[in-house]
């Protein structure tokens, strides 16, 4: 069967540090990937997308960048933090090019002091 | 811009009662909606979807109707169970594109 991980669960970091979040899939091949985030008193915000290695697709320019170095693994790094990007990210993948039955990990919650 | 809209942050309902969640849409391309269900610090998980060919999927208590013509996709949770209380997302997709379209959610609260 298929399953996702994400870690860590919970993140606290100075405003200027970097950050590395992974996220691996297992059970499946070419899998579509993303990353949301979940900010305070608004939905899910679609991050980042990548339908293969290598290929990652940019929804909300800002002060962070996505990696697919392996089919089944998706990183959110930033070299430099700041406040608002505290929130709580969220890696999803699909095996459908529409989306359908996204499956989603369990969640790092970031905050940013 | 939001293109999924669900207007009201918070609902609560009586155990037992039924539990109406509504969700509204923009981009008539949209031909696929999903609900997920959200637990504080958890991820979301799959509840009930429905594609455009349809105007009602059931699953249990839970039953998706779609309004295509108002653009309108609402979901029932008939009886409530405090068990319930989460975070409702809807989610729409278009044949064409690769991720999902989130509503902001609705904070379902079920009081015994």
């Known amino acids: 069967s298929q399953t996702i991980h994400q870690w860590p669960a919970t993140l606290v970091q100075p405003v200027g540090s970097p950050l590395s979040l992974e996220c691996t899939v297992e059970g499946t091949s070419n899998p579509n990937l993303y990353w949301y985030r979940q900010a305070a008193g608004r939905g899910l915000q679609l991050l980042f997308y990548?339908?293969?290695?290598?290929?990652i697709s940019s929804e909300v320019p800002q002060n962070l960048s996505a990696s697919r170095p392996q089919d089944r693994q998706f990183i959110l790094s930033s070299k430099k933090l700041l406040l608002s990007d505290s929130g709580f990210y969220l890696c999803?993948?699909?095996?459908?090019?529409?989306?359908?039955?996204?499956?989603f990990g369990s969640g790092t919650r970031l905050t940013v002091v | 811009d939001q293109q999924v809209k669900q207007n009201s942050p918070s609902l609560s309902v009586q155990e037992g009662r039924i539990s109406i969640l509504n969700c509204d849409y923009t981009n008539s391309m949209f031909d696929y909606f999903l609900w997920y269900k959200k637990y504080p610090a958890e991820g979301p998980t799959f509840l009930i979807s429905i594609s455009s060919i349809k105007d009602k999927n059931e699953d249990g208590r839970f039953t998706v109707f779609l309004n295509k013509s108002a653009k309108h996709l609402s979901l029932h949770i008939v009886p409530s169970q405090p068990g319930d209380s989460a975070v409702y997302f809807c989610?729409?997709?278009?044949?064409?594109?690769?991720?999902?379209?989130f509503g902001k959610g609705t904070s379902l609260l079920v009081t015994p």
């Open positions: 989610a729409a997709s278009d044949h064409s594109g690769y991720a999902l379209n």
């Open positions: 990548s339908v293969g290695i290598g290929q």
């Open positions: 999803a993948w699909s095996v459908s090019r529409v989306g359908v039955g996204y499956t």
